[in-house]
Each structure stands twice: as C-alpha cells, then as structure tokens.
C-alpha cells in the first residue's frame, strides 16, 4: 500500500527544491489515482527507489514548461534538445527524490537510482504491479507539471531497475 | 586554489562553479565520478574537494574512502540529497570535513566553503 506520508514527503519536497533552486513557487493540485500508463506531459525525469521502499517516482512536464523551469534552474537559455536539458531534469527529479527520501525513510534503508530521462511523447512508463500510483498535478508561473508515485514499503530487496522500465511507443 | 568539483551532473557542477566564482575561485577541475576523479587528482593535487554522493561507477562515499588512503589533508565537502544522519555520519568517519545536503541556496554553499576553508587555514 502507498503510505499517504510519501505522498506528503513528495510534495514538500517538490516545493522545498523549486524554492530554494529557482524561486518559483509550487501550487499543489488535487492528487488522484493514475490508471493510465502514459506519462502526462512529454518530458519525464524518473526515479527509481529500492531496499525497504521499492517503485519508482516521476516528474512530468510540457516541454515549454519544462524549457523554461530548466532555464530558471541554470540560468542558461536551454532548450530541449540540449543535452544538457536532460542533465538539469534528472538532477531536478533527483533532489526532489532524495530530499523525499530523507522525509520518510527513518530508519529503514532506501536507495534511489541514478535519474533517467524521457523526451517526447508517446513514451509509456511501466511500473511495479500491485503498487498504485498517485498523480499530484501542480501549478507553477512557467506552467503545469505532475508528479506520479508509485512507491510502497517492500521488504524484499529487489532492484529498481528491475521492477520498472521504461518503453517508447509511437502514440 | 585549485579545486576539484565531482558530480555526475554538469548542472549541479555549473551552480557550484557559479558559486566558487562570486568567491573568487577560477583554478576548477571537473570529475563526473569517482573513478574519473581518482585519475585526476594526482595530476591536479586539488586543495579542495566538493563531492556527490549517488554516481555511477564510483560512488562519492567510494572515493572519499579511496581518496583518504593516501591522503589525510586536502579539506572535502560531501554536496549531496542524502540527508539522514546516519549518512552524514557516515561521510564523517570516512573523512569529509562538511556536508551541504541538496538542494542549497548558493549562499550556503559559499558559507560551507568559506568555513571548511578558513578550518583548514586555522
């Protein structure tokens, strides 16, 4: 079952991270079930979690918006087919993950992979069976983004990378 | 003062240079993990070190581990999201002198680096 403090953890530290990185405040949507496996928006920054807490988290956003945040983040006029758009998502989805972490983790052990990338639509993130995921929508002045959790407490020691992957597919 | 920054992200190591720079540090090497760090610190000797902890290949802990066999001196900072305490413990005893948990104002960057810096001189 998905714990409704990662859900609170998450959203903390979306605000924490865009507030102290760029100053750009977050408005927090209504969270809901997601049943839909494709991503909302074209960019996706993924993480995936193993160890006590298993799954995997994603940050979802337009590409505009996305251009935007990631200029904000760098200071730097950044477009997406410059790797270094790439870079700055999965380091923004990557502080957002850990600060989480550090939130609800405690004394159980819980390790986060290293960030991937998704450009373009029609990409589908498949997920770990039985874990529900929750997609907090959000508003900001460079546009909307979305979070989506699907994460749960597991006591078995299984690897991210092997309970999530990621496909394209033409839409 | 030659510094050595290790992060697998050339983000996160741009906003740190960024930061170095308003304090006056231009001499910066970049390493984008541990293992291409260990290939340029003997060349380099870097007289201070920020380092992440989650990359690839070698991981930050990995390093400072491996970096402090033969070195006990150059001052390293750990910039990184992992912020339980039983992992900034751990980065202690393994040997960095401050930790700056992610994300971070470059203010508090600068006053890390400003303290670790003046620790080293005192």
């Given at each position: 079952?998905?714990?409704?403090?990662?859900?609170?953890?998450?959203?903390?530290?979306?605000?924490?991270?865009f507030?102290?990185?760029?100053?750009?405040?977050?408005?927090?949507?209504?969270?809901?079930?997601?049943?839909?496996?494709?991503?909302?928006?074209?960019?996706?920054?993924?993480?995936?979690?193993?160890?006590?807490?298993?799954?995997?988290?994603?940050?979802?956003?337009?590409?505009?918006?996305?251009?935007?945040?990631?200029?904000?983040?760098?200071?730097?006029?950044?477009?997406?087919?410059?790797?270094?758009?790439?870079?700055?998502?999965?380091?923004?989805?990557?502080m957002?993950?850990?600060?989480?972490?550090?939130?609800f983790?405690?004394?159980?052990?819980?390790?986060?992979?290293?960030?991937?990338?998704?450009?373009?639509?029609?990409?589908?993130?498949?997920?770990?069976?039985?874990i529900?995921?929750?997609?907090?929508?959000?508003?900001t002045?460079?546009?909307?983004?979305?979070?989506?959790?699907?994460?749960?407490?597991?006591?078995?020691?299984v690897?991210?990378?092997?309970?999530?992957?990621?496909?394209?597919?033409?839409? | 003062?030659?510094?050595?920054?290790?992060?697998?992200?050339?983000?996160?190591?741009?906003?740190?240079?960024?930061?170095?720079?308003?304090?006056?540090?231009?001499?910066?090497?970049?390493?984008?993990?541990?293992?291409?760090?260990?290939?340029?610190?003997?060349?380099?000797q870097?007289?201070?070190?920020l380092?992440?902890?989650?990359?690839?290949?070698?991981?930050?802990?990995?390093?400072?581990?491996?970096?402090?066999?033969?070195?006990?001196?150059?001052?390293?900072?750990?910039?990184t999201?992992?912020?339980?305490?039983?992992?900034?413990?751990?980065?202690?005893?393994?040997?960095?002198?401050?930790?700056?948990?992610?994300?971070?104002?470059?203010?508090?960057?600068?006053?890390?680096?400003?303290?670790?810096?003046?620790?080293?001189?005192?």
């Open positions: 079952m998905l714990d409704p403090a990662y859900v609170t953890a998450f959203v903390a530290s979306l605000q924490h991270v507030s102290t990185m760029m100053q750009l405040p977050v408005q927090i949507g209504d969270p809901k079930i997601k049943s839909n496996p494709a991503p909302s928006y074209d960019v996706s920054g993924i993480i995936g979690m193993s160890g006590d807490i298993t799954g995997n988290v994603v940050i979802s956003f337009p590409i505009a918006t996305a251009e935007r945040i990631v200029s904000l983040f760098t200071g730097a006029d950044v477009k997406s087919d410059n790797p270094d758009f790439s870079d700055a998502i999965g380091e923004l989805a990557n957002i993950s850990g600060n989480a972490k550090g939130m983790a405690g004394t159980r052990r819980v390790t986060i992979s290293c960030p991937s990338v998704v450009i373009g639509g029609g990409h589908i993130i498949t997920r770990p069976k039985d529900p995921c929750i997609e907090i929508p959000a508003t002045d460079c546009g909307n983004l979305v979070l989506e959790i699907a994460i749960a407490h597991c006591n078995s020691d690897s991210a990378a092997t309970q999530s992957a990621v496909s394209t597919a033409q839409a | 003062m030659r510094i050595l920054l290790i992060d697998d992200s050339k983000t996160m190591r741009n906003i740190q240079r960024n930061v170095l720079g308003q304090l006056g540090h231009t001499q910066i090497e970049e390493a984008c993990d541990g293992v291409d760090a260990l290939n340029k610190v003997g060349a380099y870097p007289e201070l070190i380092v992440d902890w989650n990359m690839p290949n070698m991981d930050g802990l990995s390093f400072v581990k491996e970096f402090r066999k033969t070195n006990k001196v150059t001052p390293l900072i750990m910039v999201t992992e912020s339980e305490k039983v992992r900034v413990i751990e980065a202690i005893k393994a040997g960095v002198q401050n930790y700056v948990v992610k994300p971070f104002t470059p203010d508090l960057l600068g006053q890390r680096i400003t303290e670790t810096l003046a620790k080293r001189a005192g």
